[in-house]
Each structure stands twice: as structure tokens, then as C-alpha cells.
């Protein structure tokens, strides 16, 4: 997802429904759902612990984030390759520019404030780790719709977010069925994931041409794009089509207007919003 100016991505102040065993994030019938973009990042710095607990506050179930590697091979949370936007980079590691992830230990990284761009009440906060991230999840009873970001910058990652939700334990029967599903704007890495882990729900971002659905209907179970790309051709075809698991495929959009997302969801037939 592009980078959000600080403090305006909108999330709807609406408790969702956990999901169902053996559905994707919406639990059947009823609104559309929402899903916390970079955490509740209208109130808490995006992509930190402080956004899962306020999208948590706010009754929101469902998380989203995005997954990057460090130059010693240890998965973070943040959106941007590079770190000056979201954290004070350019005042601890001046002379390390343009400070990418890539680039930086998962120790040094640890170093920076990523709340103070935010907000003075939020100074201190951390870049977390996927590891600390999926803790603070399984303590607030969450779902994690998670992003793979810039795959082509971190061979292998897919292999990585595996190991780590394997280890973390959300790769269980219970973690599987309802609270996890794994996305990327990649193609090839959505069918990496898929063929690593073929009981977990994966997603692809963007809108495919109508040609290339019934190929990516194989190895993704939803289909997510920018909320401007939809049509009601293009939904009512991904709509036909059924995923890996036998199911219909979903639609999560994303890219939507302050407090029109679930409106319009709703008008179009879609599942819910990344919002």
C-alpha cells in the first residue's frame, strides 16, 4: 500500500465479528468488514505495537501490516524500504542515508523512535519485529492480514515469514482457519507462499486483468485492489471463481475515502475495506 500522510488513514469506529472456521476475515453474511490498515494508524504511529492495541480499543478484529527483512536476515514491521519517514533515522545513523531497511541490523533498528513523528505521547515506540507483533495479536486475540513488502528486495522472505509464523505458532489449525491470511502485491510470492504452506489464505493486491484470474484462482483466495479499480465486471468475475479451498473469492479493497469505505463496500458487494 503507498505511504499514508501521518495520522489520515481512516478507521471505522465499528466492532467486527470474528471470523468463522473455515472462512477468510468476513464471517459470512452481514457488514462488510473492516480491516485496520498499518493497525489503527488514525490514532497510534503506523505499523507499531501502539496501533494493534488501538485498533484492539476500537473493537477492530482484523490488523493489516507489512513485512520487511534487516541486513541480518530478522523480520520487522514497516511499511517504507526505508526508514526517515516513520523513525528518527537521520538523527541517530546521520551519515547512513538512504537508510534502508536493507541496510540496517535488526539491533540498530531497534534504536529508533518511531512514535515521535507521530505524536509526543508516542515517543519511544519501536519498530517491532514480526515476532513481537504476532505476540501482541495472540494477546489481544486478533487476525493478522499480513503483506509481504518489496519481495524482490529480500530473496527468500517468503521462506522467513513462514519460518516465523511456524514458530510463533500461527501456523495451527486455529491460526490457519481464522485469523491469518498472507498478501502481497507479488504474484510469484503469493505462489511461494501458497506452495510452502497451502492451508494458509493467501492474498493478491491489485487488479488483475479479467484473463489472469482463473490462473491466480489457484494459489490466492482473495483478490484485494485500490477501491478506484473496481467495477461490477471485474467483481461479479472474481466473484465466480473459487480459490485453492473451494471457496469464492474475495474481495478486500483498499485506498478508500474517510468514512465512505464501508458504504461503498457494501453498494459494490465486496467482503470489506483495508481502511
Same mark, same amino acid.
Given at each position: 500500500?503507498?505511504?499514508?500522510?501521518?495520522?489520515?488513514?481512516?478507521?471505522?469506529?465499528?466492532?467486527?465479528?470474528?471470523?468463522?472456521?473455515?472462512?477468510?476475515? $468476513?464471517?459470512?453474511?452481514?457488514?462488510?468488514?473492516?480491516?485496520?490498515?498499518?493497525?489503527?494508524?488514525?490514532?497510534?504511529?503506523?505499523?507499531?505495537?501502539?496501533?494493534?492495541?488501538?485498533?484492539?480499543?476500537?473493537?477492530?478484529?482484523?490488523?493489516e501490516n507489512d513485512v520487511q527483512r534487516t541486513k541480518d536476515g530478522q523480520l520487522v514491521v514497516l511499511h517504507d524500504t526505508t526508514l526517515e519517514r516513520?523513525?528518527?533515522?537521520?538523527?541517530? &545513523?546521520?551519515?547512513?542515508?538512504?537508510?534502508?531497511?536493507?541496510? &540496517?541490523?535488526?539491533?540498530?533498528?531497534?534504536?529508533?523512535?518511531?512514535?515521535?513523528? &507521530?505524536?509526543?505521547?508516542?515517543?519511544?515506540?519501536?519498530?517491532?519485529?514480526?515476532?513481537?507483533?504476532?505476540?501482541?495479536?495472540?494477546?489481544?486475540?486478533?487476525?493478522?492480514?499480513?503483506?509481504?513488502?518489496?519481495?524482490?528486495?529480500?530473496?527468500?522472505?517468503?521462506?522467513?515469514?513462514? $519460518?516465523?509464523?511456524r514458530r510463533r505458532g500461527w501456523l495451527d489449525r486455529a491460526h490457519v482457519r481464522s485469523r491469518l491470511v498472507v498478501q502481497s502485491f507479488c504474484v510469484?510470492?503469493?505462489?511461494?507462499?501458497?506452495?510452502?504452506?497451502?492451508?494458509?489464505?493467501?492474498?493478491?493486491?491489485?487488479?488483475?486483468?479479467?484473463?489472469?484470474?482463473?490462473?491466480?484462482?489457484? &494459489?490466492?483466495?482473495?483478490?484485494?485492489?485500490?477501491?478506484?479499480?473496481?467495477?461490477?465486471?471485474?467483481?461479479?468475475?472474481?466473484?465466480?471463481?473459487?480459490?485453492?479451498?473451494?471457496?469464492?473469492?474475495?474481495?478486500?479493497?483498499?485506498?478508500?475515502?474517510?468514512?465512505?469505505?464501508?458504504?461503498?463496500?457494501?453498494?459494490?458487494?465486496?467482503?470489506?475495506?483495508?481502511?
Amino acid at each position: 500500500m503507498k505511504p499514508a500522510a501521518a495520522g489520515v488513514a481512516f478507521i471505522a469506529m465499528a466492532t467486527v465479528p470474528l471470523s468463522a472456521p473455515g472462512t477468510g476475515p $468476513r464471517a459470512g453474511a452481514g457488514a462488510p468488514l473492516v480491516i485496520a490498515h498499518r493497525g489503527a494508524s488514525r490514532y497510534a504511529p503506523e505499523n507499531t505495537l501502539a496501533a494493534v492495541d488501538a485498533a484492539y480499543d476500537r473493537g477492530l478484529t482484523w490488523v493489516e501490516n507489512d513485512v520487511q527483512r534487516t541486513k541480518d536476515g530478522q523480520l520487522v514491521v514497516l511499511h517504507d524500504t526505508t526508514l526517515e519517514r516513520t523513525t528518527d533515522v537521520e538523527k541517530i &545513523f546521520p551519515g547512513r542515508a538512504p537508510w534502508r531497511v536493507r541496510d &540496517f541490523t535488526a539491533a540498530e533498528i531497534s534504536r529508533l523512535d518511531a512514535g515521535s513523528w &507521530f505524536g509526543p505521547r508516542f515517543a519511544g515506540e519501536r519498530v517491532p519485529t514480526l515476532a513481537d507483533y504476532l505476540r501482541r495479536l495472540d494477546h489481544n486475540d486478533q487476525r493478522l492480514l499480513l503483506e509481504i513488502k518489496s519481495p524482490k528486495s529480500y530473496p527468500g522472505i517468503e521462506a522467513g515469514v513462514v $519460518r516465523e509464523l511456524r514458530r510463533r505458532g500461527w501456523l495451527d489449525r486455529a491460526h490457519v482457519r481464522s485469523r491469518l491470511v498472507v498478501q502481497s502485491f507479488c504474484v510469484k510470492c503469493v505462489k511461494a507462499v501458497h506452495g510452502l504452506v497451502p492451508q494458509v489464505r493467501t492474498g493478491i493486491l491489485g487488479s488483475p486483468r479479467l484473463a489472469e484470474l482463473a490462473r491466480y484462482a489457484r &494459489f490466492a483466495d482473495e483478490i484485494n485492489p485500490r477501491m478506484s479499480a473496481l467495477s461490477s465486471r471485474w467483481i461479479k468475475a472474481v466473484h465466480r471463481l473459487r480459490g485453492p479451498h473451494g471457496r469464492p473469492l474475495e474481495v478486500y479493497a483498499w485506498g478508500v475515502g474517510k468514512n465512505t469505505g464501508v458504504r461503498e463496500a457494501r453498494a459494490r458487494g465486496i467482503e470489506g475495506v483495508i481502511t
